[in-house]
C-alpha cells in the first residue's frame, strides 16, 4: 500500500461486516469519523425518502375513496404512479446539480419540496371539489423531493472503496428497507385513531388515520434538514481508499489522488438500466395491486386492508433486511452478477404462484351490484363450482356494514376468475420480499462498480430516473390491466418481462466487470 508522510496509514474494517478483511486507508482519523458520519446522514436521508413513499401507500386507495367518490381504481394507478413521475423528473436534474455544486444545496432543497408537499397531502380533504387531483398534485411533488435519491448513491459511491462498496450499498438497501418496514407498521399503528380522527379548527387541519402519517413525513424532513446542516461534509476517495479532490467543495492543501481516466462500457451501464427498470416496475405493480387485491379476493374493509396489509409489508421489510444482511457475506463468495440471477428467479417464482388455479371464485359486491342493475331478472354468480343466475342477490351477512366488500360486479372478471387464496398471496409475499430486495442493491452495487472513480451524480440519476419510470410506468399498468383483465392476466404478463430480463442478464453477464478491472488498474 501506499504511504504518504503527511497521511496516517490506518488499518480499518470500515463497515464491520467484512468477513473480517481489512482496507488500508490514507486518511486521517478526523477524516474518516467525518466520512463515515457524512455516510450514515446519507443512509438516514435514503430511509426517510422510502418512508415518504411507504408510509401512506397501503392508506392511498381508501383515503382517495373517502375524499372523492368519483375515483378508481384506475385513477389510483395514477396517483401512486405520480410519485413516481415526480422522482423520474428531478433525479437527472438533482444528480446534474450535485456534480458541480456542493451536494448540500440539492438535498436541502429537495427536502423541503417534500416537506411542504406532506402538508398539502394533509389539506387534500379540505376543498369541496377536485379532490382526487389535489391529492395528485401533493404526491407528484413528495416524488419530487425524493429525486434525492441519486445524489445519495453517487456521494456514497464515491466516498467508499471497491472493497467498501458492497456493503455500504447494502446497508443503504437496507435503511431503505427500514423505511418500507416502519412506514406501512406506523400506518397500522395510526388506524387507531379512526377516519374522523381530530379536528383543529384554527388551521383547519383534520388529523386523522390519513393524514397524521403526513404530518409525520414533514417532521422527520425538518430533522434531516437539520443533520445536513450540521452533520454532513463532502468526501471522495478512489477504487482503492486513496483520497481525491472533491468536485464538490475546494479546499486548500488537500493532497489527492487523480482520477482514474477511462471509457465506461455503455453497453453494461444501459443494460443495467433496463434490469433496473424490470425490477422496480414489477415491484412498483406489486405493491400498487396488494391493497385492491386484498380487498376484492378476501371482502376486507378499507381499514381491514390498511392494518393487514401494513402488517404483510412489515413483515417483508423485516425480511428485506436480513436478505442484505446476507448479500454481504454471500457476495463475497459468488460474486454480484450470480445473486442478481438468483433473485430474478426468487422473484419470477413468487410472481408465479400469484396466477389463480382451482375452481372458487371470490365473494361479489352485491351493493355494487344493486346500484348499478336495475333491469336485470338474474344476477351471474359463482357458488364456488359452477356458474347459476340468481334473481336476487343474497342476504348480507351478521357482520354486515355499509361499507361495499368483495370484488366488484363492474369488474367482470370477478365472475370467471378463481380465487388467490391467502396461503398463495402470503408465500408469494415471502419470495417477493426475498428476491427484491437482492435484485436492487446488486443492479446498482454493480452500475456503480462498472463506473468506477467518476463523478456519478448524473449516472446515478438516470438510474434513479429509470426506476422511477417503472414506478410510473407500473401502477398506470397494472390498473388498467387487473381492473379490465384481472390478476390471471396482470401477473402472467409479468410472469414473461421476468423471464426476458432474466435472459438478457444472462446475454450481457460477461460485460458486467469492475471498472479498475477492465483496465486492469486493480
Known amino acids: ?18 468477513g473480517g478483511s481489512a482496507e488500508f486507508l490514507v486518511e486521517t ?54 410519485y413516481s413521475l415526480g422522482q423520474m423528473v428531478a433525479s437527472p436534474l438533482f444528480g446534474l446539480w450535485s456534480n458541480y455544486r456542493p451536494r448540500s444545496e440539492p438535498l436541502i432543497v429537495s427536502i423541503l419540496i417534500n416537506v411542504a408537499a406532506n402538508i398539502l397531502y394533509m389539506y387534500v380533504q379540505v376543498p369541496q371539489v377536485h379532490n382526487k387531483y389535489y391529492m395528485l398534485i401533493a404526491r407528484t411533488f413528495v416524488g419530487f423531493g425524493s ?34 418496514i416502519l412506514g406501512p407498521a406506523f400506518q397500522m399503528c395510526m388506524t387507531f385513531i379512526g377516519e374522523t380522527g381530530i379536528t383543529w379548527k384554527a388551521i383547519c387541519l383534520q388529523l386523522n388515520m ?24 463532502e468526501h471522495r476517495i478512489d477504487d482503492l481508499g486513496r483520497s481525491l479532490k472533491s468536485i464538490n467543495v475546494d479546499v486548500e492543501g488537500t493532497e489527492s489522488v487523480q482520477d482514474a481516466q477511462g471509457e465506461v462500457d455503455r453497453v453494461a451501464v444501459v443494460t443495467l438500466n433496463i434490469l433496473f ?29 390498511v392494518f393487514y396489509n401494513g402488517i404483510i409489508l412489515a413483515v417483508m421489510g423485516v425480511e428485506s433486511i436480513i436478505a442484505f444482511m446476507l448479500v454481504k457475506v454471500i457476495a463475497k463468495k459468488v460474486g454480484d452478477r450470480v445473486i442478481l440471477l438468483g433473485g430474478l428467479v426468487i422473484v419470477f417464482s413468487g410472481l408465479f404462484l400469484l396466477l389463480p388455479w382451482g375452481n372458487q371464485f371470490p365473494n361479489i359486491q352485491w351493493t355494487d351490484i344493486r346500484n348499478h342493475s336495475n333491469n336485470a331478472s338474474g344476477i351471474a354468480g359463482f357458488d364456488g363450482t359452477n356458474a347459476f343466475f340468481r334473481s336476487t342477490p343474497p342476504p348480507s351477512p351478521a357482520n354486515h356494514t355499509d361499507e361495499p366488500t368483495g370484488c366488484p360486479a363492474a369488474q367482470t372478471w370477478c365472475f370467471n376468475t378463481p380465487v388467490i387464496h391467502l396461503a398463495q398471496y402470503l408465500t408469494s409475499d415471502a419470495l417477493i420480499g426475498l428476491g427484491y430486495p437482492v435484485c436492487n442493491v446488486m443492479s446498482y452495487t454493480l452500475y456503480s462498480k462498472i463506473l468506477g472513480p467518476r463523478p456519478q451524480g448524473v449516472y446515478m440519476g438516470w438510474l434513479t430516473a429509470s426506476g422511477s419510470g417503472a414506478r410510473t410506468l407500473g401502477p398506470v399498468f397494472v390498473s388498467q390491466v387487473y381492473t379490465h383483465l384481472g390478476p390471471r392476466w396482470a401477473f402472467g404478463l409479468l410472469c414473461g418481462i421476468v423471464i426476458l430480463a432474466t435472459l438478457l442478464l444472462g446475454v450481457m453477464y460477461k460485460r458486467f466487470i469492475v471498472f479498475s478491472s477492465r483496465y486492469q488498474r486493480i
Open 277 to 305: 427498470f424490470v425490477i422496480l416496475f414489477v415491484f412498483a405493480i406489486f405493491e400498487t395491486i396488494t391493497t385492491p387485491l386484498t380487498m376484492d379476493m378476501y371482502a376486507w374493509t378499507r381499514k381491514q386492508a
Open 1 to 18: 500500500r501506499a504511504r504518504l508522510n503527511s497521511r496516517s496509514e490506518r488499518v480499518l474494517d470500515f463497515f464491520g461486516g467484512g
Open 210 to 233: 390519513y393524514t397524521t402519517p403526513a404530518l409525520m413525513g414533514a417532521v422527520l424532513g425538518t430533522l434531516n434538514i437539520l443533520l445536513l446542516i450540521f452533520m454532513f461534509r
Open 29 to 82: 482519523k478526523e477524516e474518516y469519523k467525518s466520512r463515515k458520519r457524512s455516510i450514515w446522514v446519507m443512509y438516514l436521508t435514503m430511509f426517510l425518502s422510502s418512508l415518504g413513499f411507504s408510509i401512506v401507500i397501503t392508506s392511498i386507495w381508501p383515503y382517495l375513496q373517502k375524499i372523492d367518490r368519483t375515483a378508481d381504481t384506475s385513477f389510483l394507478g395514477w396517483v401512486v404512479a405520480a
Open 147 to 180: 429525486g434525492n435519491v441519486a445524489i445519495v448513491r453517487s456521494y456514497v459511491s464515491g466516498a467508499t472503496s471497491l472493497a467498501e462498496r458492497t456493503a455500504a450499498m447494502a446497508n443503504m438497501s437496507a435503511f431503505q428497507a427500514l423505511g418500507f
